[in-house]
C-alpha cells in the first residue's frame, strides 16, 4: 500500500498530476482544491510530497491500482469520510471536491444543502445524503486553511492536547496561536475526552 510520495511534478491537469520519483512516475488523481496549492507547497529543490490513498479500481477481468493525492492526512481523513456516503465513489469524490475542503465541511456541519448542490455530481439527493452521513463528525475539518493549556492536566489530557496540536499545525495555525485555543476549549468544557471532543470544542468558539 502505497501512503505517501515525495518528488517532482512533471504534468498537471485538471485531473491530477504526475509525479517522478526514484526513477518512476506516478499518476495521481487530485482534487482541484488541493491541485491549486500544489506549487506553494514545494520545498527549495521543486520537490512535493502527497499523502495518498491507494486503491483498485475493479473491472470485469482485472483491477488497476489508482493513487489520490493530498497535501496532509486531514484532507485525506475528510476525502475517507466523504466517500463513506452511498454512491459517493473515489472517482466522484475528486471531481466534487472543487472548493476548499474546510468550506465544505462547515456547509455540511450547518446542513448547507444548496452549497452542496454547487459541487460537481452532487445533486439534491445526494447533498441531503451526504449531510444524514457526515453532519457532526466535522469538526477538525471546519478549522482548515485550505484557500480556494489546563493547568494540572491530566496524561490522557495531555495526551488529546498533543493530538489536537498536531491535527491544528496541520491546518496551518501557528503553534501559539493554536495552543490558546486548546487552552480555551478547556476552560469552556473540562470534560473532553478525545481530540474529536476538543476539536469540536474549537470549532464551537470560533463561531462565536
Known amino acids: 500500500m502505497i501512503a505517501a510520495i515525495k518528488g517532482k511534478i512533471s504534468r498537471q491537469n485538471d485531473l491530477g498530476l504526475t509525479l517522478e520519483a526514484n526513477g518512476l512516475s506516478y499518476e495521481i488523481l487530485t482534487p482541484i482544491s488541493v491541485l491549486q496549492r500544489v506549487k506553494e507547497s514545494q520545498d527549495s529543490d521543486g520537490n512535493i ?9 475493479m473491472t470485469p477481468s482485472s483491477g488497476v491500482p489508482v493513487l489520490v493525492g493530498f497535501l496532509n492526512e486531514v484532507e ?3 476525502f475517507l469520510e466523504f ?5 459517493i465513489g473515489p472517482r466522484a469524490a475528486v471531481k466534487a471536491l472543487n472548493k476548499a475542503i474546510g468550506e465544505i465541511a462547515q456547509a455540511i456541519d450547518r446542513g448547507d444543502t444548496k452549497y452542496l448542490k454547487t459541487l460537481p ?4 439527493q445526494k447533498a441531503k445524503e451526504i449531510v ?3 453532519q457532526g463528525k466535522m ?3 471546519t478549522l482548515m486553511r485550505d484557500r480556494v493549556a489546563v493547568s494540572g492536566p491530566s496524561t490522557v489530557s495531555r495526551d488529546i492536547e498533543e493530538e489536537a496540536l498536531h491535527i491544528l499545525l496541520q491546518l496551518q495555525y501557528k503553534k501559539s496561536e493554536a495552543e ?3 487552552k480555551k476549549a478547556f476552560e469552556r468544557s473540562t470534560k473532553l ?5 476538543l476539536l469540536n470544542e474549537i470549532y464551537k468558539q470560533r463561531k462565536i
Open 49 to 57: 510530497r502527497l499523502i495518498t490513498y491507494h486503491y483498485y479500481q
Open 76 to 78: 485525506r481523513d475528510f
Open 83 to 87: 466517500i463513506k456516503v452511498s454512491g
Open 121 to 124: 455530481g452532487i445533486g439534491e
Open 132 to 134: 444524514a452521513k457526515l
Open 139 to 141: 469538526g477538525k475539518f
Open 180 to 182: 490558546e485555543m486548546i
Open 193 to 197: 475526552a478525545t481530540s474529536e471532543e
